[in-house]
């Protein structure tokens, strides 16, 4: 407390406020009910629900060619992998044999994913700290890729072009050229990220050693993605448990040990080179074949239980899957990264400034539909 | 550890277990309610199992039963064991919670909550997380019925 009010008859007591559901920094409709002193936080707790559209009840009904479509309303800048998530479950379950060039290219339009996201999170990282010229650099080369992804599967946002057994349909002929000519694009472009925000002493200031996260709370608190990597936890899924092409190429899992927001933004930028390389990996080598096996019109899993895990632009995204033997899952559950990693937000936030509490939720990096799914 | 050793070992501090690996690509562990928290609390400490990583925390409606299922990762060992816990009280059903082993519980255990009206001892805020606080009934439970919100074929 400041000695001018402590010797006067001023008193400071706690109150609560609302941030949220309908603000800016919150980056979708997500509540914040926040408990503070002056502007020191006591306490943040997460209001949910607002946009919950109960997709595992939904999945319960459909069958599982319809639930894909279902996956990429939930983190919609991770939409193709989601999709990958559910169909990996489902081709596990079967025991199908999914041809080469289906893994290649579910693996290079994955990285793009990745990329794509992780541009826009950029962009509207430095919008909350107020840097608002990355917004339009993010969106400028975001815009590359959603013109590849427009090509090749129609659509900019909520994308769809896994199904179960393999692709919807081969790749553009542009695919290969165009992705190319966006790695030459980004190789340039990216530098200038680190030159416009990354080296800025304000925005470093905003950044270091703000919203601490030791690695064994990370841990309990089961962050994944770049938020665990940026408290030097080694949950990269792509590692570990590698699926679809990932397992063919050579990449580093990015680990930073300082544990604070200016960290885990040091993730996220390095991880855009480690997907361009692997991108590039791969991209020549697109094995000739086909890009589907057939499946029965209608899928019906074995009785059992299946559960695959993926890596997501924010983390580790599971789908568990029980079922009966009908052509519905029993029950579906996704675990998606986004809820885990908000359940840290007020470990991370306590004892910080209103400002840092934006700064720290920005380099989360949430995606509210991902939570409220 | 192989699930082998992984059971040979587990199966010795608690000799009521149920393992099987049939139908799941993992090691599953069925437990009862009351030595749920003991389990648990065993998995993460012991050096040897260490499965200090709660990745996926699900409820279930068996339709006769509810249950919780544990999907527990060791970031040391990478080894993976899934632990099932079930009551046929479907009044009230309580399981004790394991918001102090694995601090990622506390929401994972009030989004079970809020669905499946599966309660928790020792929660530290145990109150709906996504529906408000006057919704009636728990919209996963199989036996739910919303005739204006739902839409069933």
Redesign the interface.
């Known amino acids: 407390m400041d000695t001018t009010i402590k010797n006067s008859n001023l008193k400071s007591e706690e109150y609560f406020i609302n941030m949220g559901p309908q603000h800016p920094a919150t980056h979708g409709v997500l509540r914040l009910l926040l408990t503070i002193d002056g502007e020191i936080i006591k306490k943040v707790e997460p209001d949910?629900?607002y946009i919950?559209r109960?997709i595992?009840?939904m999945c319960e009904?459909d069958s599982y060619q319809q639930i894909v479509h279902l996956t990429d309303r939930m983190d919609y800048l991770s939409s193709h992998i989601n999709n990958e998530a559910v169909c990996l479950t489902v081709e596990?379950a079967l025991q199908l044999e999914i041809p080469d060039r289906v893994k290649v290219i579910r693996t290079i339009i994955g990285e793009l994913t990745r990329i794509a996201s992780h541009t826009l999170w950029w962009g509207v990282m430095g919008m909350d700290v107020g840097a608002l010229t990355t917004y339009f650099y993010g969106f400028r080369d975001r815009e590359m890729i959603n013109d590849i992804f427009e090509e090749t599967c129609g659509a900019r946002l909520t994308m769809n072009y896994n199904i179960p057994g393999g692709l919807m349909f081969d790749i553009h002929p542009n695919f290969v050229k165009r992705t190319k000519e966006f790695i030459a694009h980004f190789k340039t472009k990216l530098p200038e990220y680190d030159t416009l925000l990354t080296g800025n002493v304000i925005f470093q200031k905003r950044m270091k050693g703000v919203g601490m996260l030791t690695k064994e709370?990370a841990?309990?608190?089961?962050a994944?993605g770049p938020v665990g990597r940026g408290s030097g936890?080694?949950?990269d899924v792509r590692k570990?448990h590698p699926y679809s092409a990932l397992d063919k190429v050579t990449f580093n899992e990015v680990l930073k040990t300082e544990g604070d927001s200016f960290a885990r933004y040091q993730v996220r930028i390095e991880e855009m080179w480690e997907s361009m390389s692997i991108i590039e990996q791969l991209i020549d080598n697109i094995p000739e074949g086909d890009v589907q096996v057939a499946t029965n019109a209608v899928i019906k899993l074995?009785?059992?239980?299946?559960?695959q895990?993926v890596e997501t632009a924010r983390g580790?995204l599971?789908v568990?899957i029980?079922s009966t033997g009908t052509k519905n899952p029993y029950?579906l559950?996704f675990?998606s990264p986004g809820?885990?990693n908000?359940?840290?937000l007020n470990?991370i936030a306590v004892g910080g400034k209103i400002g840092d509490l934006v700064a720290s939720m920005a380099t989360l990096d949430l995606v509210i539909p991902d939570i409220?799914r | 550890m192989t699930n082998e050793a992984l059971q040979n070992l587990i199966s010795s501090w608690i000799p009521e277990l149920e393992f099987t690996e049939e139908g799941s690509q993992f090691l599953n562990i069925s437990v009862k309610p009351e030595q749920l928290h003991q389990l648990l609390s065993q998995l993460k400490s012991n050096a040897e199992t260490s499965l200090d990583y709660l990745f996926c925390l699900t409820g279930m409606d068996y339709e006769k039963s509810l249950g919780v299922i544990y999907h527990l990762e060791s970031t040391t060992h990478r080894h993976i064991v899934v632990v099932k816990v079930q009551t046929e009280d479907r009044e009230n059903p309580t399981f004790d919670s394991v918001c102090d082993i694995w601090r990622t519980a506390e929401f994972h255990e009030r989004e079970v909550f809020d669905f499946f009206g599966i309660k928790f001892n020792n929660h530290p805020n145990l109150k709906r997380l996504f529906l408000t606080d006057e919704w009636e009934g728990f919209p996963l439970r199989k036996d739910y019925v919303d005739e204006i919100n739902m839409v069933i074929k």
């Open positions: 949910l629900g919950h109960s595992e009840k009904r596990n709370d841990i309990s608190f089961g994944s936890y080694s949950c570990h074995p009785k059992g239980e299946f559960y895990k580790e599971g568990y029980n029950r559950k675990r809820f885990s908000l359940s840290l470990h409220d």
